[in-house]
């Protein structure tokens, strides 16, 4: 029997939904209506079956009066009851049916509702979601295996000016968008991320994009998704092409300004060397008092401009990022006493004092640059002597640490006005001065510490400054040892038996003194007078076998050492201190009884040798004895003089040259550039020179290419090497290495110094 209003809902539809979705196309649902119609299920009320039975209870009692059989009767009766019966209990389970179908409708008339709300609410919030994505700007493309588009945003289509839908299916290369696809082996783990920046081609030009990527394989289903989000990155691009072109022509800016400064400053440099040349010439002839200061004027300022010179192009070349250390091995002692003699002069001049201490302890040599360690020290020890006007200025070399690894410290100290907290950092920038008004003592450029703090952080060092206004400051810098670098001696008590007393006005540099002796085992105190020698004598409990005075406290009839032997002072021997320009006073103070004698600044190791000595003999600093300083004595004349050939386009510089050495007997001929040079040695008819004297920068050719010239004729010819010495202005590592590669053999640094070009012509000359 049909049942009105059943409906069956037929589940093949559902089953081609199930195999359209395979090609992973978006399907969009339309939801129900939030209020579905309700079904209205008429309850049958089963009359006919009700009107069966009665009927045929009917004819039972009609049969029963017409005189059936009662069995009849009775059958018939029944079968009407169960009749009614059926009737009435189908209806009963119609109404219940009725009644369960209506209670359904209503759960599924809620699950609908509910159903139709979480669908919009999900469309919604998808919609919420695309509008936020779009409204960010970025660029969202998702890919299959095969690099077809599988989805994009609507900021990717207006780019392209495409409608999403019309990229369905595309590759991006033939969008004209050049991003590969990740292979299938690099997913190592399942996924990979990957990163690039792209360009894509747009009705507005070209536009850059940050592109990411993450690529997806799952295993189980077998397959690959490329989901991308790339940003606008146009600005950034713009930004880094214009920086990029900023720092080329920065770069270019500074290799010009670099070759002006080069070039201005070779051409102030040249009249400046022939003006100190010829102010020492001039030094050497009969002058009046008068005439001697104003060339020492001369002298000084011209010493000066070419040192600030110096310090503009050190500035240039390390600003240009052009600061190129050669570390080389060189003895620590040498290179710091040599810097504090080159200052004592000045130092002296000022009557302050200058002592020199270096720790027994270092490293015979160490790995540096000598040029730029020297520079530091020049800077350092030259501003202490500058800005102190009373007491001294030291310089102590020790062992430290720096990041828990051993190294060097130089420290230099001085008793000058100090520095104010605020000035401490402020000194070591370009162009900045402790005091900047124009009513500042003294002079200078400002660049001095800002070099040095350069040289010292491309050392991979430090430096740092303790100072108390109105007390002095110390400088410290610290420059890691290397592995190479020696270990350094064993500090022995050679001086144990010495117990010294040290006469001086100049507290510091006594100290240092003081400092020498007692790291070797000695003792010694510092004193200002005879008394107090004398008091530190009877609080000391011992008498001092050593005295050392310094020559400003002592007359020429040696009242100081006679007042310290009537005080008991001095019982053993008496060594006075002297600057070179007391030399005049060595017969009377070795009349007085001073046994021997040490100039200012000692130098430590000139210090323990003459205090082991049995005999007090003239100790002289090595750079005044040609010993260990490096410096000759002024070489002899030669007999018959030298045949030397002068290569310089100066005629200053060449009348120097001339002056010097005609005066020291040499026969002099003088060309103007290269080829001249080559062509002079060259010149079979000509005697051959004993040596040349080649300037380096030269018009027509150039000293460097004159000396490979003349090593190549030698070659060809089979002729001994000719002695070649550089003249020049540029007194840098690099250069000295650069020409004596070209087969110079010897370096001599303008201004000409007639000592040092006739110690180089000694050395080098063919005899």
């Known amino acids: 029997m049909k049942r009105a209003g059943k409906h069956i809902i037929d589940p093949k539809p559902a089953k081609k939904l199930a195999t359209e979705t395979k090609p992973r196309k978006r399907i969009r649902i339309k939801p129900p209506a939030l209020a579905p119609v309700s079904l209205t299920l008429p309850v049958q009320t089963h009359y006919g079956e009700v009107a069966v039975g009665l009927a045929i209870i009917f004819i039972a009692g009609l049969s029963h009066l017409t005189g059936a059989s009662p069995l009849i009767s009775m059958m018939l009766v029944i079968l009407g009851g169960i009749a009614l019966a059926v009737a009435f209990r189908a209806s009963t389970m119609d109404r219940r049916l009725v009644s369960e179908l209506a209670e359904k409708e209503a759960v599924n008339r809620g699950e609908l509702e509910d159903l139709a709300d979480r669908m919009w609410e999900l469309r919604e919030s998808e919609e919420r979601f695309h509008g936020l994505v779009d409204a960010l700007g970025d660029l969202i493309v998702h890919r299959d295996r095969g690099g077809r588009i599988v989805y994009v945003n609507r900021v990717f289509a207006d780019l392209l000016g495409r409608d999403p839908s019309s990229l369905m299916g595309h590759t991006l290369s033939q969008l004209g968008i050049d991003i590969g696809l990740v292979p299938d082996a690099a997913f190592s783990d399942g996924e990979c991320l990957s990163s690039t920046d792209v360009a894509i081609h747009t009705r507005n030009g070209i536009r850059w994009y940050s592109w990411i990527e993450h690529s997806v394989r799952d295993d189980k289903a077998d397959s690959v998704s490329h989901r991308a989000i790339a940003r606008d990155i146009t600005a950034r691009k713009r930004a880094e092409t214009a920086l990029i072109n900023a720092r080329e022509r920065a770069e270019q800016a500074s290799r010009a300004k670099s070759s002006f400064l080069a070039t201005v400053s070779h051409e102030i440099r040249t009249p400046m060397n022939g003006i100190m040349g010829m102010a020492t010439l001039l030094a050497d002839t009969e002058l009046t008092p008068e005439q001697r200061t104003y060339v020492g004027a001369v002298s000084t300022s011209a010493s000066a401009l070419v040192a600030l010179i110096e310090d503009l192009l050190d500035y240039s070349k390390i600003e240009a990022g052009r600061l190129e250390l050669e570390p080389r091995r060189l003895s620590v002692h040498e290179m710091v006493e040599n810097v504090v003699e080159l200052l004592a002069a000045r130092a002296f001049a000022k009557d302050i004092g200058l002592g020199c201490y270096i720790a027994p302890d270092l490293p015979k040599t160490i790995t540096a640059d000598p040029g730029r360690l020297r520079q530091v020290l020049l800077n350092l020890l030259g501003n202490a002597v500058k800005f102190t006007d009373e007491g001294g200025v030291t310089v102590a070399v020790t062992r430290a640490e720096k990041n828990g690894q051993p190294a060097l410290r130089i420290a230099v100290a001085d008793s000058g006005p100090g520095l104010e907290k605020d000035d401490i950092n402020r000194i070591f920038k370009d162009f900045e001065q402790v005091d900047g008004s124009s009513t500042r003592r003294h002079g200078g450029a400002g660049l001095g510490l800002a070099i040095t703090k350069r040289i010292i952080d491309a050392m991979n060092g430090s430096i740092t400054v303790a100072s108390t206004p109105g007390e002095g400051s110390e400088f410290a810098v610290l420059l890691p040892l290397g592995e190479s670098d020696d270990e350094g001696m064993r500090v022995e008590p050679i001086l144990e038996e010495v117990n010294a007393v040290i006469l001086s006005p100049f507290t510091q540099e006594a100290e240092t003194i003081a400092m020498t002796i007692r790291v070797h085992g000695g003792r010694a105190a510092i004193a200002a007078s005879a008394e107090d020698a004398a008091r530190l004598a009877e609080d000391g409990g011992a008498p001092f076998n050593t005295v050392l005075v310094d020559a400003s406290l002592e007359s020429d009839d040696g009242a100081l050492i006679t007042r310290l032997h009537g005080l008991g002072v001095g019982g053993g021997r008496a060594l006075t201190l002297i600057t070179p320009s007391e030399r005049g006073r060595l017969a009377a103070f070795r009349a007085s009884g001073y046994g021997a004698f040490l100039a200012r600044p000692v130098r430590c190791n000139t210090l323990v040798r003459q205090l082991l000595s049995a005999h007090g003999e003239i100790a002289w600093p090595v750079a005044d004895t040609g010993e260990e300083a490096g410096s000759a004595p002024r070489p002899a004349h030669r007999k018959n003089g030298l045949n030397i050939l002068v290569a310089e386009d100066n005629e200053i510089n060449a009348m120097l040259a001339r002056a010097a050495l005609g005066k020291a007997g040499h026969r002099v001929r ?48 089979g002729l001994a090497p000719l002695p070649i010495l550089v003249l020049t202005a540029d007194g840098q590592e690099e250069t000295r290495h650069g020409v004596l590669a070209h087969g110079a053999n010897g370096f001599v640094t303008k201004p000409l110094d007639p000592d040092e070009l006739l110690t180089a012509l000694d050395m080098h000359a063919v005899v």
């Open 670 to 717: 003088i060309v103007s550039n290269g080829r001249e040079a080559v062509e002079a040695v060259n010149d079979e008819a000509h005697a051959r020179y004993d040596i040349v004297l080649m300037d380096l920068h030269m018009p027509v050719m150039d000293g460097l290419d004159a000396i490979n010239a003349i090593r190549r004729h030698e070659e060809e010819t």
